[in-house]
C-alpha cells in the first residue's frame, strides 16, 4: 500500500536556528498536507499543496511540494520556542474516487531557548 | 460552534472486553477518518469513510470495526481481537472533492486496556 516517510524522527536546535522535515511518498499525490502536534494536543492544518513545484510561506515556515509530487518539505527560518512540536506530512493518494490521507511519523521539534 | 468531538476523553478498559469510541461532527464533511497513535509515533489509518453507509479499511484495520449510519457519526469499535488497544485515537473530518481537503481533528480518545 502507499506509504509516506518522513526523516528525521526527531531534531533538537537551538533557538533561532534553522529547521527542516522531508516528506516522501512511494506513490504520486493529488496533493500534500502539513500539520503540527503540540504535545498533549490533536494535529492542527498548516497548509495543502497541490501543485506540482509549488512553494508556499508562511511567515517564517516555507512548504514546497516536488515536481513528481511525491516529495515534500517543511523548512522553519529562525525557530522559536512556539515552534516546538512534531510537525506530520499526509498525502493523498492519485486514485479515482480515493479520499485516503495517509500521515507520516513526524518530526518531533524541540528547541533550546 | 462547528467542530469534531470525540468522547470519552479518558477510557479504562478491562482485556477482553469491546469498547466503541464516539466520534461526531457537525461540519457537514462527507469525509471522515479514524487513527491511531502511539507514543512518539506517527498516525496510522485505521478506517476512513467518504459517504454515509460506506467505509474502507485502512492499514491497521485488524481488530477494530466502524458504521457510518448518519454523515455526523463515525463510531470505532474496539473489539477483543485487537491485540494491542492502548493508545490514542484520533478521530478527523474533511470534505471531499478538489478544493481545500484539510482534516479537522476532534481532541482524541486515550483508551488504556488492563
Known amino acids: 500500500g502507499q506509504q509516506v516517510m518522513q526523516i528525521p524522527q526527531y531534531q533538537h536546535v537551538q533557538e533561532g536556528e534553522d529547521f527542516t522535515t522531508y516528506c516522501n511518498s512511494s506513490?504520486?499525490?493529488?496533493?500534500i498536507q502539513w500539520y503540527k502536534q503540540r504535545p498533549g494536543g490533536h494535529p492542527v492544518f498548516l497548509i495543502q499543496?497541490?501543485?506540482?513545484?509549488e512553494v508556499k510561506k508562511q511567515k517564517r515556515l516555507t512548504f514546497q511540494f516536488g515536481e513528481a509530487k511525491k516529495n515534500s518539505s517543511l523548512h522553519i527560518t529562525a525557530t522559536q520556542t512556539t515552534d516546538v512540536g512534531t510537525y506530520f506530512c499526509?498525502?493523498?493518494?492519485?486514485?479515482?474516487?480515493?479520499?485516503?490521507?495517509?500521515f507520516g511519523q513526524g518530526t518531533r521539534l524541540t528547541i533550546n531557548p | 460552534d462547528g467542530g469534531i468531538t470525540q468522547s470519552p476523553k479518558y477510557l479504562f478498559r478491562k482485556e477482553g472486553q469491546n469498547v466503541t469510541l464516539s466520534c461526531e461532527q457537525n461540519?457537514?464533511?462527507?469525509?471522515m477518518y479514524w487513527y491511531r497513535q502511539d507514543p512518539g509515533q506517527g498516525l496510522r489509518l485505521i478506517y476512513y469513510s467518504q459517504i454515509v453507509n460506506d467505509f474502507q479499511k485502512g492499514d491497521i484495520a485488524e481488530g477494530y470495526s466502524v458504521s457510518r449510519e448518519k454523515k455526523e457519526s463515525f463510531p470505532l469499535t474496539v473489539t477483543s481481537a485487537q491485540k494491542n488497544p492502548t493508545a490514542f485515537y484520533l478521530c478527523a473530518s474533511s470534505i471531499v472533492g478538489r478544493g481545500n481537503t484539510e482534516a479537522f481533528f476532534g481532541q482524541g480518545t486515550r483508551l488504556t486496556v488492563v
Open positions: 499526509a498525502g493523498q493518494p492519485v486514485r479515482q474516487g480515493a479520499q485516503k490521507l495517509v
Open positions: 461540519l457537514n464533511h462527507d469525509a
Open positions: 506513490t504520486t499525490l493529488s496533493n
Open positions: 499543496l497541490v501543485k506540482s513545484g
